[in-house]
Each structure stands twice: as C-alpha cells, then as structure tokens.
C-alpha cells in the first residue's frame, strides 16, 4: 500500500513552470480576483495535466497536486492513511481486473460511485421502466391475456375425458384398470383356453 502522494519535495518555492516563474506570478494574480480558488485551481489543473500528457503513470494524483499547487499557503499534515490498496484472489472476467487481482485507489473508487450513483443507475431505472411499459403495451394489445391457461369447470373438463381421453386410449382401459371386475383383467385372462 502507499503513502499518500503529498511530497515534502513539492514545496511553493521547488515549484516552477518551463518558463520561470510565469506559472507562479499567473497563480499570484488569480488570487487577487474573484473567483479565486476556482480560477487558481483550474490553472494549476491544467498545467498538471500538461505535465501528466508527456508522463501519464502520473494520471493518478493529477488532482491532488493541482490542489497543491493552488493552495500554497494551507498548513498540510502527512497522513498515513492507505489510498489504495489490491484486491487479490478475484475469478472474474471484468476489464479492470488483471491476473486476478483489482487496484483500488480511494479518489478513484468515489468518483467511479458518485458516477454509478447519479448517470448510470437512474438510467438503468429509466430502461427498466420504458422496457416494462413497452411490454404492457404490446401484452394489452395482442391480448396475451385471453391465450393464458385457466382451470376448465367440471362439466367441461369430464365430457372431455369421456369423449376425448377415453375413445383415444381405447376400449381396453377398462380391462388394464380392473374396472371391469378382476377376472376379466388382462393381466390374468388366459391366453389359448
């Protein structure tokens, strides 16, 4: 696991753009006007991405050191704090998971549940939703409903059996049951008398 990405070697005197000081004196005069966190901190964003452009492994703390870099004159603590950590022994066939193991990183995770959260679970609510009022409204209008089964009333269901079942099956059902007394079963009539 690794330590937070704060660095006691990024300090506002170590920090200079290619070009000098412009990077520090544009930070100066963002400061002064309104909106100056917002503004200080997309300047810082971007130069840190310019950085990250030509060394993307560093993608990772690209916000934390904008941050940084924005706001020089806040006191920081070290924290030991684990950021990220990898989930081993994993089976599955997930993109993000590599020989069966899963990196987790903590500004990562949250931003990928925040997204989960407010994009892609209403949007599945909202498929889900248009998918069953599609389904009624095509089960209303080939009416489904009059092709399910239903339990036959006796009357139906016994003329059934008589006229249907019983002359299918043959004469000789009587005989196989036993329903036509036990000497005239088949099982026990005689064959050559």
């Not at 810082?44 to 993307?56: C, E, L, Q, T």
């Not at 139906?156 to 249907?164: A, T």
């Amino acid at each position: 696991m690794r330590r937070p990405r704060s660095s006691p070697r990024c300090t506002p005197s170590s920090r200079r753009a290619p070009h000098g000081s412009r990077f520090d004196d544009d930070l100066a005069q963002l400061a002064s006007g309104p909106g100056a966190a917002g503004a200080a901190f997309g300047l810082a964003r971007a130069w840190v991405d310019g950085i990250v452009a030509r060394k993307p492994e560093l993608a990772g703390a690209a916000v934390e050191a904008a941050a940084l870099l924005a706001t020089p004159r806040l006191s920081r603590v070290t924290s030991s704090a684990a950021i990220e950590a990898t989930v081993t022994g994993l089976l599955g066939r997930h993109p993000r998971i590599a020989g069966g193991a899963l990196a987790v990183r903590l500004d990562e995770l949250v931003a990928r549940l925040a997204r989960f959260r407010t994009v892609d679970a209403p949007a599945f609510r909202a498929h889900r939703a248009l998918r069953n009022e599609i389904a009624e409204r095509e089960r209303k209008r080939l009416r489904l409903d009059e092709l399910r089964p239903r339990v036959m009333s006796s009357f139906v269901r016994n003329r059934l059996i008589d006229q249907v079942y019983l002359p299918l099956v043959g004469a000789n059902l009587a005989k196989q049951i036993g329903a036509a007394g036990a000497a005239k079963r088949t099982d026990q009539m005689a064959c050559c008398s």
